[in-house]
């Protein structure tokens, strides 16, 4: 069974606390990608990891880093959060670029 | 224009009713991605559609990628399709692929 998860599911921190969230896939999938949902609005792409240490930033990277040295896993850090970036953070994976799996989400309150 | 528009915001329906939702594109898209995003904010694959039609049970989904748009149509509804159904567009295959996602529709099933 295809399966991406993520951990945590649910976290708070303070502003300016580094964050670290996790995401793994089991599928051996090449592609994975970083997105936030903020209300009333779709998911925006943060970065995406096209393999192990090869990287590339989406549409809103600033704020955020990444890094993926195994190709099953793809963190997603926030060095010194902001409240802005309360959110909830989904990750995805893919085989070929084209049809994307996606985890059940981190919701992220930054106080 | 957004590069996905997702019509209609919001969608009220009584259980046993047809509807139909659309995505218009404002650039001609590879592929497409129907999700459902539930209650608990988990997000659903319902289709991916690189073109045509496809059927799932009370679901049909269309992507016309010349005249640019994909629409998913529910037949009979039922209290558990509400949520918020969002669309998602692949602009291109290859290293410059991602998704971008449409702002949602947010259907309600009533009894």
């Known amino acids: 069974d295809m399966k991406v998860t993520q951990m945590p599911r649910y976290l708070i921190k303070r502003m300016g606390e580094n964050v670290l969230l996790e995401c793994g896939q089991d599928?051996?999938?090449?592609?994975m990608y970083w997105y936030r949902q903020d209300p009333g609005l779709g998911l925006q792409l943060i970065y995406i990891s096209y393999d192990v240490d090869s990287n590339s930033e989406g549409d809103i990277p600033k704020g955020y880093r990444v890094s993926r040295k195994k190709r099953e896993h793809f963190s997603l850090i926030l060095d010194s959060a902001k409240t802005n970036q309360t959110s909830v953070y989904f990750c995805?994976?893919?085989?070929?670029?084209?049809?994307?799996?996606f985890g059940p989400g981190t919701r992220l309150t930054v106080l | 224009g957004m590069p996905v528009e997702q019509n209609p915001p919001a969608l009220s329906l009584y259980e046993g009713a047809d509807s139909g939702l659309r995505c218009n594109f404002s650039t001609t898209m590879k592929s497409v991605q129907w999700f459902q995003q539930n209650h608990r904010g988990r997000l659903i694959t319902l289709f991916y559609?690189?073109?045509g039609t496809k059927e799932n049970g009370r679901l049909k989904s269309t992507f016309n990628s010349k005249e640019r748009y994909s629409t998913l149509h529910i037949k009979d509804a039922q209290l558990e399709d509400s949520g918020t159904y969002f669309c998602a567009g692949l602009n291109s295959g290859g290293s410059n692929a991602k998704l971008t996602f449409g702002k949602g529709t947010k259907l309600s099933v009533k009894s």
């Open positions: 599928m051996s999938h090449e592609t």
């Open positions: 995805a994976s893919s085989l070929n670029r084209v049809e994307q799996y």
């Open positions: 559609l690189a073109q």
